[in-house]
Nanobody
Framework: QVQVVESGGGSVQAGGSLRLSCVVS????????MGWYRQAQGKQRELVAA???????NYADSAKGRFTISRGNAKNTAYLQMSSLKPEDTAAYYC?????????WGQGTQVSVSS
């Protein structure tokens, strides 16, 4: 059974930092792309950052310069280092691991940024 487990969310003040972690386990095939998405209350889920198996990255404009996505030595792990957090970053953050044929989502971890 495939599991996607996120951790590292929490509550911080504006300007603070958090590091999110994600582990995908149980897949038969290699994870190609891993991504972080977020969904604020009343809004659609949106891409924050993604990283390919080769290390290519893609960021939302709102994340550029503040967030860094990386993968661990075990290619089924991913991290999102978030700095200079703003109240508008408040959302549930979801990790997605993708094989060539399927996407696997985690349950999400809450990030709350107070002003």
């Amino acid at each position: 059974q495939v599991q996607v487990v996120e951790s590292g969310g929490g509550s911080v003040q504006a300007g603070g930092s958090l590091r999110l972690s994600c582990v995908v386990s149980g897949t038969l095939f290699s994870i190609n792309t891993m991504g972080w998405y977020r969904q604020a209350q009343g809004k659609q889920r949106e891409l924050v950052a993604a990283i390919s198996s080769g290390g290519s990255t893609n960021y939302a404009d709102s994340a550029k310069g503040r967030f860094t996505i990386s993968r661990g030595n075990a290619k089924n792990t991913a991290y999102l280092q978030m700095s200079s957090l703003k109240p508008e970053d408040t959302a549930a953050y979801y990790c997605k691991g993708s094989t060539y044929s399927y996407d696997y989502w985690g349950q999400g971890t809450q990030v709350s940024v107070s002003s």
